[in-house]
């Protein structure tokens, strides 16, 4: 059974640091796209940042510069380090675990999201 466990969110004044943890079980952690995605009130849900199995990393201009994504094989566990957060940022965030496979095409796993809020 896949199971993906998100930790690290919480309440943050603007201009402060979070460290989101994502603990993933049940998969080849290190075959798979690690990312992060963000649900904002009465918005859809955004890629924040990804990371490939390779390393490679991707991130929108909306926050580029600010977060960084990681991850950790040997531990199967993925981070995403926020700084300089704004109130834009709140959101659930979730941790996602894909692959593609030729005859399934991609697959999707999905935490239960942990919640990020920044105000003052």
């Known amino acids: 059974q896949v199971q993906l466990v998100e930790s690290g969110g919480g309440l943050v004044q603007p201009g402060g640091s979070l460290r989101l943890s994502c603990a993933a079980s049940?998969?080849?952690?290190?075959?798979?796209?690690m990312g992060w995605y963000r649900q904002g009130p009465g918005k859809q849900r955004e890629l924040v940042a990804a990371i490939t199995s390779g390393g490679s990393t991707n991130y929108p201009d909306s926050v580029k510069g600010r977060f960084t994504i990681s991850r950790d094989n040997a531990k199967n566990m993925a981070f995403l380090q926020m700084n300089s957060l704004k109130p834009e940022d709140t959101a659930v965030y979730y941790c996602?675990?894909?692959?593609?496979?030729?005859?399934?095409?991609?697959?999707?796993?999905w935490g239960q999201g942990t919640q990020v809020t920044v105000a003052s």
């Open positions: 049940g998969i080849t952690f290190s075959m798979y796209t």
């Open positions: 996602n675990a894909n692959i593609w496979a030729s005859m399934r095409g991609r697959t999707d796993y």
